[in-house]
């Protein structure tokens, strides 16, 4: 019995072993399926997740382009930088990192408290760039600390560099990091937000050419995002080099041209300097130490460098030889992380350095304006060259008194002495006969009260009336009296002095509507011809001629002092503030004598040669009192410059 | 056949695993030769495979795990000398050890986040629930040694097998540490069942299981809640508590069919994959051998736990066979426990793949066991002296 028990039950423990043997299989069999699942099956979908997690793809910026002026010098390069990066993960404390680090290079701690903002934002892994313009000197000082600082890393980035600083402020412009603006308004790709774009002047004007194309670069990345090994996908595509038509050397001279004007440079260190730098906090702020100098003026104040703006243009091509409007900034300071010092400097300057006045700055004509009047009525035949005039020093219309200039009035005067002396009776009786409308649509064919389209964004489009303009943005009727306002460039009319020295191109060219150009290289597009008759320019031309040479001219004493070239031009002098009869019957009060915001803008613009014209000028020199002495002087000086330096 | 079998020996019912003939010779040809040479492939994965996981380099874990086989091997040889009768006759001693070192543990333990699973006597860190695990096997064998098989059909007799279960699982559900708590019980479960235990009582234990997983389940702690949550779908946090499974079923995965190359797999060597030297190694073999490298290291185990089983069919003495099958069972829920954490099936519990992780305890805990298995078969010869 017991043996036939104990058979059974060995049978019943068989067939348990023989079960559990079966459960292993069972147990193999399921992970051999899952595995086959996971590595044949599905193995496609986590080799893609596992690629994923390794590479990262970074964008590699471009070189960008270089500008050049006409002569090839460097007006805006690239320089090597170092940009100094914390991962904020591998610090002990963030903020004690970044105490540390501005012992060593600068860091305010405003800056830090923004860098600590800027790192709760981000995961912690990822590198935090603390400065991107760090010099070699800044890089080893941190390096050797670099065992206290971990997480510190160096990365080597291109820094924009502007060799000419303050000569091209304007120009060039200046670059900056790329803004949320510039990527909703689709002005650069959203893979670009590390890169620099341009914001004003040349740089952002061609900033298509100038970037170039990134490159891409692969990294392999551990878990923490940490590089460990890179390798270049695509290379980047260096931007273009640009070279412009400007001569930096012209501009540079234009620049301390019109800077000083009839001032005499003084030195900052002089007491008297300090004196009235100490008295007058505007003056202070108008000036800069770092330069060294300031200026005195014929009465012996300290005064500030004169404002205002040169632009001289090839009347053939239209190539801009100089273009500068003072005062200016130095795109150095803009393109990088601006201190707050620098940037108040900036914006406290009594004389806006940040606005381009050569195409920005929006001034009535004044006596430049009265080629485009005599013009219009010789081309609709109201006069003639014989035509004269009776000036008596004033002109009434309806029941209102106009001035001339002079008070005691120019006698009997032709177009071509009204030009000379610029005549402002002339130019009344000259007007009410022809007419706003044949004066504005004259102005227009030589750019007046429109865009000239320069390279330089941002240009203002001046303004030129007319009776449908008034009616439509003032919503009155034109009166006879405006006409003779407008007639000596006064009242409504506005230009900036890129669009005078276009005027003046086209005169001198008297064929073609020129316009300016800035890049060199760029076929001139097919400019609209003048269509005004030679006969009329030429009668134009030889009274602007007189302004120079003749007896009585008003730039009489700022010819060229050179052999075969000589000058024609004209001068203007404009009111900023109307003068009232009481003034009038005190005696108007000099220039010198009034502040210096209510001063007469100084106007003057030419072209040379006179017989076979090759550049206009325009220079306007704000509040710089009358035109031919304050704007004549100005152009004289760098027309002979122009031409004894054969450029 | 005329012989009374006495109650602890059970009758025959295979061929002998070795002829006795020389009585020089029969214990070195007792021992399970092909079971060391697979222990050896076993182990040989284990270090290359850490040399791998410290990107091709010896230290730190490497070399330390070849002098660990080295010692495990020893420690397993030593234990093979010890009359298996021996341990059979003392195996309460090393329960009640274990029990007291899982206790001494509640006082002095050291582990993250109040979860104490190491305690560390002479600088070692050991982890007693490993030992403890083999404990209740042995106890567990040597009880029903004693046991008529009429006596398997009464419910008293299973009291005393339920204590020597629950204490040290009740200790080890407590560390908490809900992996091992579950892998002692099914090991220990094995052996009943491997005992003869009769069918009904299987049924009914089976459905009283059933019915208890959802008071189970309020009772665990939340991370164990969402480990299990989490397991169920990755995605709820994948950069989270999903994150170990997200990324190691991305290594696997991209293994495909013959894997990245040794020493190339992009997931373990640049961080990846987490605990990639210890829980997680398998998935570095996964990636870099692809499928074939896991059916290789899968088929090593099989080997193992499959000779296991046919040891045990040659088990004359009662306690031998079951003290092999409850080992075979430890063995076997390592590996399919950990294979199936790391591919996903499971949730994340923290199970070694024994002789390949990175660890001491594990190891050390199958060495003793197999120790065992050594020394039952050498003394199978004394039954029949």
Redesign the interface.
């Known amino acids: 019995m017991i043996t036939r028990k104990a058979k059974q039950f060995e049978h019943t423990l068989s067939r348990r072993s023989l079960l559990l043997a079966g459960g292993q299989v069972a147990l193999t069999s399921a992970l051999v399926g899952r595995l086959f699942y996971l590595q044949i099956m599905e193995s496609s979908r986590y080799e893609a997740l596992s690629n994923r997690n390794r590479f990262d793809y970074k964008m590699l910026p471009p070189s960008r382009g270089r500008i050049f002026d006409s002569k090839g010098r460097l007006l805006a390069g690239n320089a090597e930088a170092y940009a100094l990066n914390i991962v904020p993960s591998y610090t002990k404390d963030l903020y004690q990192s970044l105490r540390a680090l501005s012992e060593l290079i600068k860091l305010d701690h405003l800056y830090i408290d923004e860098l600590m903002e800027k790192a709760e934002k981000q995961p912690s892994y990822l590198p935090l760039i603390i400065r991107d313009d760090l010099t070699q000197r800044e890089v080893a000082r941190v390096v050797v600390r670099g065992p206290e600082l971990p997480g510190v890393s160096f990365d080597r980035i291109e820094k924009r560099i502007y060799p000419q600083g303050l000569l091209t402020g304007h120009l060039t412009g200046y670059v900056g990091r790329v803004s949320e603006d510039d990527i909703t308004s689709g002005r650069v790709l959203p893979n670009m937000v590390n890169m620099q774009n341009g914001k004003s002047g040349v740089e952002r004007a061609l900033e298509e050419e100038l970037r170039g194309l990134p490159g891409q670069e692969r990294v392999l990345v551990n878990a923490l995002g940490r590089p460990i090994k890179k390798s270049i996908e695509e290379a980047a595509t260096p931007g273009t080099d640009i070279k412009l038509t400007i001569d930096i050397n012209l501009q540079s001279y234009a620049t301390s041209i019109l800077r000083r004007g009839r001032n005499k440079p003084i030195s900052y260190s002089d007491p008297k300097v300090q004196r009235a730098l100490a008295a007058d906090p505007e003056l202070a702020s108008a000036v800069s130490e770092t330069e060294g100098f300031v200026f005195e003026d014929s009465l012996g104040r300290v005064v500030p460098p004169e404002t205002g703006s040169i632009v001289v243009i090839d009347i053939e091509t239209g190539a801009l030889k100089t273009i500068v409007s003072t005062p200016t900034f130095d795109p150095n300071i803009l393109s990088r992380r601006i201190s707050n010092a620098d940037w108040g400097t900036l914006v406290n300057h009594p004389r806006i350095p940040l606005l381009d006045r050569s195409i920005k700055g929006q001034y009535a004509p004044g006596s430049t304006f009265k080629m485009i009047v005599a013009l219009a009525a010789l081309e609709a035949g109201i006069i003639n060259e014989k035509t004269r005039f009776f000036c008596s020093g004033h002109k009434d219309v309806g029941n209102a008194r106009f001035h001339c200039w002079f008070k005691y009035g120019h006698g009997n005067v032709n177009v071509i002495n009204a030009l000379e002396q610029s005549c402002d009776v002339f130019f009344y009786e000259l007007a009410l006969k022809t007419g706003i409308q044949r004066i504005a649509s004259m102005a227009k064919i030589f750019g007046i009260g429109l865009p000239t389209d320069v390279l330089i964004p941002g240009e203002k489009p001046g303004l030129m009336p007319d009776k449908k303009w008034k009616e439509q943005n003032i919503g009155q009727v034109w009166t006879p009296g405006e006409t003779v306002v407008a007639s000596i460039g006064q009242g409504y009319v506005l230009t900036t002095p890129i669009q005078l020295a276009v005027m003046m191109a086209r005169l001198a060219n008297g064929k073609f509507q020129i316009s300016p150009q800035l890049k060199q290289g760029t076929p001139a597009p097919d400019a609209p011809e003048i269509g005004v008759s030679e006969a009329s320019l030429s009668i134009i031309r030889r009274g602007m001629e007189a302004v120079l040479d003749g007896k009585k001219g008003t730039a009489r004493n700022y010819q060229l002092d050179l052999d075969g070239v000589k000058m024609a031009g004209k001068t203007g002098t404009v009111q900023v503030k109307r003068i009232t009869k009481a003034e009038r019957d005190r005696g108007i009060v000099d220039n010198m004598d009034r502040p210096w915001k209510l001063r007469d803008h100084a106007l003057f613009v030419g072209y040379a040669p006179m017989d076979k014209p090759k550049y206009a000028i325009a220079v306007v020199v704000e509040h710089g009192g009358s035109g031919s002495s304050a704007a004549a002087p100005v152009a004289r000086d760098i027309m002979t410059y122009l031409f004894e330096q054969n450029l | 056949?005329k012989k009374?079998?006495s109650p602890r020996h059970?009758?025959t019912?295979?061929t002998p695993l070795h002829s006795n003939t020389g009585a020089t010779t029969g214990w070195f040809r007792a021992i399970p030769w092909l079971m060391i040479f697979v222990l050896m492939m076993i182990g040989m994965v284990g270090v290359l495979s850490l040399y791998s996981a410290a990107h091709g380099a010896w230290r730190p874990w490497a070399s330390m795990h070849a002098i660990r086989l080295g010692l495990g091997f020893t420690l397993m040889m030593v234990v093979a000398m010890i009359p298996i009768h021996f341990i059979r006759r003392y195996a309460i001693l090393w329960w009640v050890l274990a029990i007291m070192l899982l206790a001494v543990l509640e006082v002095i333990g050291t582990g993250k986040g109040g979860v104490q699973r190491w305690v560390s006597i002479a600088g070692f860190n050991l982890q007693p629930s490993e030992p403890a695990k083999l404990a209740v096997i042995v106890m567990l064998a040597a009880y029903f040694h004693g046991l008529y098989?009429?006596m398997l059909r009464y419910i008293r007799t299973y009291i005393p097998a339920i204590l020597i279960i629950m204490i040290p699982f009740t200790q080890v559900l407590l560390q908490p540490d809900l992996g091992t708590s579950l892998m002692l019980l099914l090991a220990a479960s094995?052996v009943i069942?491997?005992a003869?235990i009769p069918r009904w009582m299987v049924m009914t234990v089976f459905g009283l299981v059933l019915a208890a997983i959802p008071i189970g389940w309020s009772m665990l702690y939340p991370y164990q809640k969402s480990r299990i949550m989490v397991f169920l779908n990755p995605d709820l946090d994948a950069l989270g508590a999903g994150y170990q499974i997200t990324?190691s079923?991305?290594?696997?995965?991209?293994?495909?069919?013959v894997g990245k190359g040794y020493l190339q797999g992009?997931?373990s060597h640049?961080?990846?994959l987490p605990e990639r030297q210890t829980d997680f190694i398998f998935t570095m073999i996964?990636e870099e051998f692809?499928?074939f490298g896991?059916?290789y290291v899968?088929g090593l185990y099989?080997a193992l736990?499959?000779l296991l089983?046919r040891y045990?069919?040659a088990m004359k003495i009662n306690f031998s066979?079951l003290l092999v099958?409850g080992v075979?069972?430890m063995i076997?829920f390592y590996v399919?426990v950990n294979?199936?954490m790391v591919?996903?099936?499971l949730p994340v519990v923290g199970a070694p793949l024994p002789l390949i992780s990175y660890g001491g305890t594990a190891m050390m805990t199958v060495f003793l066991g197999l120790g065992l298995v050594i020394s039952a078969m050498l003394n199978e010869k004394d039954v029949h002296d």
Do not use: H
Request: proline share 4%; glycine share 14%.
């Open positions: 056949m009374l079998i059970v009758p019912f295979s098989p009429d094995v069942f491997a003869g990324q079923k991305i290594a696997l995965g991209s293994g495909g069919v992009s997931q640049l961080d990846f996964g692809g499928f896991c059916i899968i099989t736990i499959f089983i045990s069919f066979r099958i075979a069972a076997s399919t294979i199936a591919s996903g099936m």
